[in-house]
């Protein structure tokens, strides 16, 4: 699984890295990267509205197919087949639409968190080599960030580019483009290279994890208000609501401020998505589209249908037969 996700990062970042080349700032970079991932995701996010608005429209009736079959499992499949057909509702239609951009977020995770081979798309091996290679060295442990090493890496590459085992393991060339690289981890005065934890509670860092969970909160909120499941929320699924930005704000708080970063923008790139999704592409509002089509369609299905009419004599001698005889 671990390796999917690294060869959808090195896909990924491939257009990370042309957005880098354009701006020369993996901050900004980041930001455009995030944008153009999003743009291209949201056709599929319109697909999971109208998946979800379809799925809320037949909720009602599964239940009322679910208590009048209930005890007969193979009826009720039966029935609740014939009802996904007549609505037109896929049950497995916002499957594939959920799991696509999931897929692709966790691939531009990897793109982020593994710049040298993802990005700048570096030997793997001397990469590896390298950062065995600082962990032998008094003062800079590596093993500290084995997830987050390259990004470790690149935060010491200029005092150790000079060593006989670095000059030896890379060209020139390399040895040029990793600290050129390197030195665009610089965005708005933060250094995306170190660690908010390394800088204690009460520097500029501490912003990155309270940003991470603000912004995890509220896009989660947007997101559930737009599906209409804002007021529904009780219990366990509110302690969701926090218990996952509180995760983020504390990994955020311990590893390197670029990834951090990287969960902000992705962040407020989600809210404003969903503020998009709500305004155009409004649940109830496509769900109160989606029945008039229905009704529509079901007259425009009933007027085909010829109409069998009883001929005249016919009826006549139905109304004599039901008349009584004077006396």
Known sequence: MMEIFGFLGSLLGYILWAAWFLVKDFGLAIIIFTIVIRAVLFPFSVKQQKSMANNARV???????????????????????????????????????????????????YAVAYPLTNTLHMDAAKINEALSYIGTIPGLDASAHTVYGQIELLKVFPSIADTPFITNLFTPAEITNIIDFGGSFHTFGLDMLTTPNSNGLFSIYILIPILCFVSSVAAQWVTM????????????????????????????YSVPVAV?????????????????????????????????QHVALLELQEAKVPRVYAPAHVNKGNKNNGKKKKK
């Open 59 to 109: 909720q009602k009736k599964q239940a009322e197919l679910r208590e009048k079959y209930g005890n007969n499992k193979e009826k009720l499949n039966e029935e609740m087949q014939k009802l996904y057909d007549r609505e037109g509702v896929s049950m497995t239609g916002g499957c594939m639409t959920s799991l696509v951009p999931m897929l692709v977020m966790l691939g531009i995770f």
């Open 260 to 292: 951090g970063y990287y969960w902000i923008f992705s962040s407020l790139i989600a809210l404003i998505q969903g503020i998009v999704m709500g305004k155009f592409y409004n649940p109830v509002a496509m769900i109160a589209k989606s029945e008039a």
């Open 225 to 252: 208000k737009m599906s209409g499941n804002a007021m529904q929320q009780q219990g366990c699924m509110k302690v969701m609501l926090l218990l996952m930005p509180l995760i983020s704000a504390g990994f955020s």
